[in-house]
């Protein structure tokens, strides 16, 4: 019969065409389905006498079996390529880095107290802490910055509780049992100087620490934030003088901004817990109409220090006749300004992703002396 053969020929080809699964399924019912060719044909066979049913019967059943593996053999086809498919989108590629580039960056004054910690552990400096909520005696009386004193005034102290008023203080060199009798009036602390008299009271001399961290002040424009960091040093030994405190600033300076030319001017000063003070200025040029340091031109003032005065010392336990030593406090904020020419201080810690994308350092670049402080 013709058309049972073209009717195969069709089938077959419908089949084989099938892109996809429902188009198969489609081919599959237009030929075995309920209405479909081949279930029609079946149908005839009822119809027939015993003789003809005898021929067309293998005929039409062995058409159906045809039909029914091709459609299974094209099924298993498409099945197979379904899956490579996905496999081959899904695929995940384990030698391959996580991302191309990390998105955070290290904030500049992360980066600038990493490059100080490098600089002065290159000069034998430890790293000290002391609390941000501090009490007032290591912040002030200790100091040399009784409760009378102008100077606590100048600091516009984040004070807790109640006012600031209250009577002088007594003080761990009065004897006895020193920590019993302290005060413990808190505040934010108004500088790092207070880690100076922890690192005195804590560690037998010498010392050598620097201290960075936050520090409090109430006091906001576009060059003063309410909090904002320093970082202090403390060099206490026998036999120290001012010029190994100026020896230290420089060396310190010109590795910090990596510049051979750093010059320093010392002015004489007031701070009351060093005796003499001295203000440090430091020599700028103007570079492309911006000033840079390193050179003469002009002087910018960046560090307020001193010989440690011989109250604090005896204040700390230490005898002045003895043991003498060096202070420097600078603002940390300030020398990333400097160093990376930013000039908003408040940007710094508004959190805007942008500024931080431009000012932002790599987070695997790790300021070292021998591989570049800020390359
Ligand atoms: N603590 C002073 C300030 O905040 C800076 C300073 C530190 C001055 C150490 C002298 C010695 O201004």
Known sequence: MADLDQLETETLARIADAADLPALDAARVAALGKQGSVSALLKTLGGMTPVQRQAEGPRINGLRERVAAAVAERKEALEAAALNVRLATERLDMTLPLAASPRGTVHPVSQVMDELAEVFADLGFAVATGPEIEDDWHNFTALNIPESHPARAMHDTFYFGD????????????GGSAAASRPKR????????PVQVRAMTSQPPPLRVIAPGRVYRSDSDATHTPMFHQIEGLVIDRGIHLGHLKWTLETFLRAFFERDDVVLRLRPSYFPFTEPSVEVDVGYSVENGRRVIGGAEGWMEVLGSGMVHPKVLRECGLDPDEWQGFAFGTGIDRLAMLKYGMDDLRAFFDGDLRWLRHYGFAALDVPTLSGGLSS
Do not use: A, I, V, Y
Request: proline share 10%.
């Open 163 to 174: 006012s600031p008023t209250g009577g002088e203080q007594s003080s761990p060199s009065d």
């Open 186 to 193: 808190m505040l934010l602390r108004t500088h790092t100087s």
